[in-house]
């Protein structure tokens, strides 16, 4: 095991805990400009119906036993027939999310502007931390690590001898960058913009596509047993009757 | 609730001290030589005690259990909300003016 | 949904605010949280708070919320002038917002300048075409107008898209009801049952429904209904109790001229006949022999 490294008190003093609070103070930024620059979208009709009939049809799955045998087959007719059902979308005829993109421009800007919000800060405050915190050895785990994250935590260190442990500037603010979506859904709410994941999801699935959980909810509503719960009811009320009673 | 929070805090202060005593006997073991094959009998006792008080505590402290029944007092739904989005302002109200001096004053 | 609880809560603290015992922004919050219709009340206590500075200072930014509940209350009590003045100072704070937007429109309806809060809806419309509020108002304009077939029409067009909202469902089922269209009715009933399964009142509501419409499976079906609602309350609902005297008593009618051959629980209907008289024993000693009576006219009083 390598000599243990002293770190100046002026390195946590002038590095990392400046860092971190600007990367803090960069986050919140990026969640109110990334707001300044959403146009308010106004939701497609279509849309909107697709969301409250998914709705509709989980209940009918849901409390299908509540209602009587007739009705609850009506309903599902009227879900889930192969000619005017609802719920049935044609084949060929699902919109295609590229296609939908590019007939709708504002779609794509959106994606631009959220794009450009998360990348321009990004570039800045890297190269801001290169030109002033390289090289420094900022901060240490308290637990011994494999060689395999020298890369992780040693980024701009090319010494070898060094313990993995010590964690160098630069691999601080990646740290930070990464690891402070927790605090932030803290501070800004759960939906705010810095949060990566969704907006992963967002870019790689381009919003839901509604003909395909259309069609989900369609097979699970065709599975449905319908089993009325009401006869047992009438037990149940008798007891109730016979408890109060007594 | 001031007597479940102290039980609470008895019941980890009867764990701790189990953890302490477990470890005491280990050091013992391994000063006698012998392999460790479980904890001594009183610390079972005394963990299966924490335990109990600790739930106890856990259960009591937070707050009261409310009733999933759908037919208890603070569940019954005795009447449905006005159905306020439809409010309809032509209705027999119009006939019968309030009596009080109504007025917003600035 | 309004439980027994907060019923409880909420008729207190009535009592305590009109003997002026204070309390009177928790009553005004209780009542828009369980949104209940006490239009005077709410008037008359919100405006003791507004018009006190003292007090509408300390609320922060609740206090627009009470404007505009007072500004509604107001026009439900028809004293004009106060939702006027009220929307003025809202209008004054928020400058081009679509709620105030909404509240001068109900004005106009208040006034009974239908023409005007058509126009003034429609053009809040123009902007957000998928406002659920507005489409709401519009269908309780043509329903104050006396137009019901137009309002459900209107409701139909409204539920085509929004056929999640169960508050829509409900006013549907009740223009139904007062139309005499049952068949309709049931049908909202079921969808309501459909989406809160476990509230009693829909269940109670399509069983009487199904009574109303007549006809022996509609009976047995009413009956189930009834004893789901008894089962839901816990036997503390009066009207399910009778309904379910009644049905037993019509299903008996219509079952005489048949062979006998349904296996009908008898002993629901003793048992609620011997609980309603329990309860009126209770609540209502002196009424208790026109229960008997009615009872026995059912047939049912063991």
Known sequence: ?246 | MALGFAVGVFGVLILFHAAYSTIQYRGLLKIMEEEFSGPPMNVVAELLLGLVFCIWAALTVPGKFLSIQPYSEENRIVSLPANSDFMIFNHRGKVFPLEMDVKLKH | MVSKTEETQLSNLETQVDNGGGGAWEYLCLVRKLKVRRSDRVLKHGLSILNDPKKRSSLGPDEWTLYEQVAVAAMDCQSLDVAKDCIKVLQKKFPESKRVGRLEGMLLEAKGAWAEAEKAYSSLLEDNPLDQVIHKRRVAMAKAQGNVSVAIEWLNKYLEIFMADHDAWRELAEIYVSLQMYKQAAFCYEELILSQPMIPLYHLAYADVLYTLGGLENLQNAKKYYASTIDLTGGKNTRALFGICLCSSAIGQIAKGRNKDDKESPELQSLAATALEREYKQKASDKLSLLTAALKGLKVSS
Do not use: C
């Not at chain 1, 849309?47 to 007739?70: D, H, S, T, W, Y």
């Not at chain 1, 701009?156 to 001898?161: E, V």
């Not at chain 1, 109730?240 to 007594?246: D, F, M, P």
């Open chain 1, 1 to 246: 095991m390598a000599e243990d490294l002293v770190l100046d008190t002026a390195i946590r003093d002038w590095v990392l805990i400046p860092l971190s609070v600007v990367m803090v103070l960069i986050g919140i930024l990026r969640h109110f400009v990334s707001k300044l620059m959403r146009s308010s979208q106004v939701p497609d009709a279509k849309i909107v119906k697709e969301g409250q009939l998914i709705v509709r049809a989980r209940n009918l799955r849901a409390g299908a036993n509540f209602i009587p045998p007739r009705s609850f087959r009506a309903r599902r007719f009227y879900f889930s027939n192969e000619e005017n059902g609802l719920l049935h979308v044609p084949k060929g005829q699902a919109p295609n999310p590229q296609a939908q993109m590019f007939s709708d421009p504002n779609m794509a800007m959106d994606m631009m502007k959220k794009n450009l919000s998360m990348i321009i800060p990004q570039t800045l405050t890297f190269a801001w931390v290169n030109f002033f915190f390289s090289g420094f050895v900022a901060a240490k785990i308290p637990f011994p690590l494999t060689q395999r994250f020298r890369s992780m935590l040693q980024n701009g260190i090319d010494l070898s001898t060094v313990d993995v442990s010590y964690v160098s500037s630069r691999s601080w603010y990646f740290l930070n960058l990464f690891g402070l979506r927790g605090l932030f859904s803290l501070i800004l709410g759960e939906d705010n913009a810095t949060d990566d994941t969704q907006r992963m999801m967002q870019m790689s699935g381009f919003g839901f596509d509604p003909t395909k959980s259309l069609g989900a909810e369609k097979d699970s509503l065709d599975i449905v047993q319908h089993d009325w719960a009401l006869p047992k009811f009438e037990q149940r009320a008798e007891a109730v009757l016979r408890k109060i009673l007594s």
